[in-house]
């Protein structure tokens, strides 16, 4: 797989993470339905939209086996991003279970 293409697959993973969390942040002490249209969920429609342009994009070009692992990615900015910024806990099984789905993903990458 080229370069361009862990970028671009690396940049949609990126894009998808701060997607989520930024719908979080919309959805985070709402109430009622128009309180969740705020500018955060407009941050996050258009992160997560644009990682999923670049998805398909990749797809194109690289086959399914190999770009699929990087949704792991994903997985794991979000839930750093869980931790670091919006406080939520994670206990060691939580972290140990990342440490797999990581290995996984360098394991199939080889």
Excluded: D
Aim: glycine share 12%; net charge positive; proline share 5%.
């Amino acid at each position: 797989m080229s370069w361009q293409s862990v970028m671009l697959l690396t940049l949609s993973s990126v894009l998808a993470a701060v997607g989520q969390v930024l719908l979080k942040f919309s959805a985070t002490g709402r109430t009622s339905l128009a309180e969740h249209i705020n500018p955060w969920l407009v941050g996050g429609l258009l992160c997560y939209g644009a990682g999923a342009v670049l998805w398909i994009y990749c797809l194109g070009r690289v086959p399914l086996l190999r770009a699929y692992p990087f949704t792991s990615l994903a997985f794991l900015l979000t839930v750093l991003a869980g931790v670091w910024l919006l406080g939520e806990p994670a206990g060691p099984l939580y972290w140990a279970g990342l440490g797999l789905i990581l290995a996984g993903l360098l394991l199939v990458s080889l």
